[in-house]
């Protein structure tokens, strides 16, 4: 639909009415009404379009969640087929219904080892803060009340819920509303390119930023530490991946302290790092993982917890009732769209032979980007991709000015016809998983067009 179509035979400006009443998730508000807002009015396989008629490469998956892309008629004809057979049940009083159960063995198949256990939520906001009430409830049932304390990576983004927002170590995410809340500690993010690290071996880096986390456990006490929750890679900060060889050690320091480690799999989870998890990506053990987006490829709002045998059966096995739960946890109709999305992410081979090619096509493209004299550094795993736009390529240094080079190349790129995110100066990429080599390669000749003109305007200013 434009932005003057008609709904209902009335003739609608969307972006007038949008800018009137809604108020828009991370947004400075003023700027948007300066700016204007971009209506996006119907997709197909990887590519987006607006009321301008504009077309656009799909570079972000809607938010790092269209794992099988647009228009997919199959998704849509599950859903359909729910809603007409059982639009809604709860799954509270002794009630299940046939769509959650089989979404529970469906996931089952994929999750990692031995976490075959699931509570359902509707956002990776709320399963983060359901698994942070669970951590608490099973520490509680282990007669350990004082177990308590979650660690979490400073930069790490876990969602805006109470509990999710303060474990978030994103910190302009605290002050507006009195966060973070007690009980959590931030420890190193143990990203490379920005730390101390700078000088050390990626294996030193690793070992160092572990050290960190072992000495913050001892430092507050083993028996005041509940669990360690990070994101495979680190997505909203920047895509930063983790420096070989940091995994196992915090596999280790959290058996080691009896520390539940608890996997935020939001971005990570559903091929997205070219694996079903990020866990598998790099061999991490976790006791809890938490999952959305990729779960119904963006089609439906859900999320999940999965837990390992030991919570399970002590949630199993508690004397009283667990007084947690949502209205729609397990909805049929998203659960209905959960279970023919992996079906399909199968059927295509997205976690096999499809997804490795189309991945490693896209790692290709996206290398060639490191000539370019505004890219400092490229990185990239599975279907993520990342480049650092850089002032100096020699010293790293960066632009100044409140907007730096993010900004302008993002829009550079959606004018080349393609969506990319800017997080600060880092463009970030998560394309759907079923984009084609051919697709990568018209992505990334986009993004380099749109680098080149970036670097006019920077240099021009
Ligand atoms: C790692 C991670 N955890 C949690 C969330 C929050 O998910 P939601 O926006 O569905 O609440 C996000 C969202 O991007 C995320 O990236």
């Given at each position: 639909?434009?932005?003057?179509?008609?709904?209902?035979?009335?003739?609608?400006?969307?972006?007038?009415?949008?800018?009137?009443?809604?108020?828009?998730?991370?947004t400075a508000?003023?700027?948007?009404?300066?700016?204007?807002?971009?209506?996006?009015?119907?997709?197909?396989?990887?590519?987006?379009?607006?009321?301008t008629?504009?077309?656009?490469?799909?570079?972000?998956a809607?938010?790092?969640?269209?794992?099988?892309?647009?228009?997919n008629?199959?998704l849509a004809?599950?859903?359909?087929?729910?809603?007409?057979?059982?639009?809604?049940y709860?799954?509270?009083?002794?009630?299940?219904?046939?769509?959650?159960a089989?979404?529970?063995?469906?996931?089952?198949?994929?999750?990692?080892?031995?976490?075959?256990?699931?509570?359902?939520?509707?956002?990776g906001?709320?399963?983060?803060?359901?698994?942070?009430?669970?951590?608490r409830?099973?520490?509680?049932?282990?007669?350990?009340?004082d177990k308590?304390i979650?660690?979490?990576?400073?930069?790490?983004?876990?969602?805006?819920?109470?509990?999710?927002?303060?474990?978030s170590?994103?910190?302009s995410?605290?002050?507006?509303?009195?966060?973070?809340?007690?009980?959590?500690?931030?420890?190193?993010?143990?990203?490379?390119?920005?730390?101390?690290?700078?000088?050390?071996?990626?294996?030193?880096?690793?070992?160092?930023?572990?050290?960190?986390?072992?000495?913050?456990?001892?430092?507050?006490?083993?028996?005041?530490?509940?669990?360690?929750?990070?994101?495979?890679?680190m997505?909203?900060?920047?895509?930063?991946?983790?420096?070989?060889?940091?995994w196992?050690?915090?596999?280790?320091?959290?058996?080691?302290?009896?520390v539940?480690?608890?996997?935020?799999?939001?971005?990570?989870?559903?091929g997205?790092?070219?694996?079903?998890?990020?866990?598998?990506t790099y061999?991490?053990?976790?006791?809890?993982?938490?999952?959305?987006?990729?779960m119904?490829?963006?089609?439906?709002?859900?999320?999940?917890v999965?837990?390992?045998?030991?919570?399970?059966?002590?949630?199993?096995?508690?004397?009283?009732?667990?007084?947690?739960?949502?209205t729609?946890?397990?909805?049929?109709?998203?659960?209905?769209?959960?279970?023919?999305?992996?079906?399909?992410?199968?059927?295509?081979?997205?976690?096999?032979?499809?997804?490795?090619?189309?991945?490693?096509a896209l790692?290709?493209?996206?290398?060639?980007?490191?000539?370019?004299?505004?890219?400092?550094?490229v990185?990239?795993?599975?279907?993520?991709?990342?480049?650092?736009?850089?002032?100096?390529?020699?010293?790293?240094?960066?632009?100044?000015?409140?907007?730096?080079?993010?900004?302008?190349?993002?829009?550079?790129?959606?004018?080349?016809?393609?969506m990319?995110?800017?997080?600060?100066?880092?463009?970030v990429?998560?394309?759907?998983?079923?984009?084609?080599p051919?697709?990568?390669?018209?992505?990334?000749?986009?993004?380099?067009?749109?680098?080149?003109?970036?670097l006019?305007?920077?240099?021009?200013?």
């Open positions: 639909m434009g932005a003057q179509q008609s709904q209902g035979g009335i003739a609608r400006d969307w972006a007038k009415l949008d800018s009137r009443h809604n108020l828009h998730p991370f508000h003023k700027d948007l009404r300066q700016d204007g807002v971009r209506v996006i009015t119907h997709a197909d396989g990887v590519y987006i379009y607006d009321s008629g504009h077309r656009m490469l799909d570079g972000m809607g938010l790092w969640c269209v794992q099988v892309g647009y228009g008629l199959e004809d599950a859903a359909y087929e729910a809603l007409r057979t059982l639009p809604f709860n799954t509270f009083f002794q009630t299940t219904h046939p769509y959650v089989q979404l529970c063995e469906a996931l089952a198949e994929v999750t990692p080892e031995g976490l075959d256990n699931f509570h359902f939520a509707n956002s906001s709320e399963a983060n803060d359901t698994a942070f009430k669970m951590i409830y099973f520490w509680n049932l282990q007669g350990k009340p308590k979650i660690l979490s990576r400073e930069r790490g983004y876990h969602g805006v819920t109470t509990a999710a927002a303060s474990l170590g994103i910190r995410m605290h002050p507006q509303f009195d966060l973070p809340i007690p009980g959590i500690a931030h420890v190193s993010p143990a990203v490379y390119q920005f730390e101390e690290g700078r000088g050390l071996s990626e294996d030193d880096f690793a070992q160092l930023t572990a050290n960190a986390v072992e000495e913050k456990i001892l430092a507050l006490g083993p028996n005041k530490v509940a669990a360690f929750v990070a994101e495979p890679v997505g909203a900060s920047g895509m930063m991946t983790p420096p070989a060889g940091y196992p050690r915090i596999n280790a320091i959290c058996k080691k302290y009896d539940l480690l608890w996997v935020d799999e939001v971005i990570c989870g559903f997205r790092t070219g694996q079903w998890f990020g866990s598998h061999g991490i053990e976790p006791d809890i993982v938490t999952m959305a987006k990729g119904s490829s963006g089609y439906q709002p859900i999320s999940a999965a837990l390992n045998a030991r919570l399970n059966e002590a949630i199993v096995n508690a004397p009283s009732e667990m007084a947690h739960g949502f729609w946890s397990g909805h049929p109709v998203a659960s209905a769209v959960c279970v023919k999305n992996l079906e399909i992410m199968r059927r295509l081979e997205l976690v096999g032979p499809v997804g490795d090619r189309n991945a490693a790692q290709a493209e996206l290398a060639t980007l490191a000539d370019h004299p505004l890219v400092g550094e990185r990239g795993v599975g279907f993520l991709g990342a480049i650092e736009i850089v002032k100096n390529k020699e010293t790293g240094e960066r632009f100044s000015g409140a907007a730096g080079g993010g900004v302008v190349c993002r829009n550079h790129a959606i004018s080349n016809g393609v990319i995110r800017a997080c600060g100066d880092t463009m990429m998560s394309p759907p998983l079923v984009i084609t051919e697709q990568s390669k018209e992505l990334i000749d986009a993004v380099r067009r749109a680098l080149d003109a970036t006019d305007d920077l240099m021009a200013d």
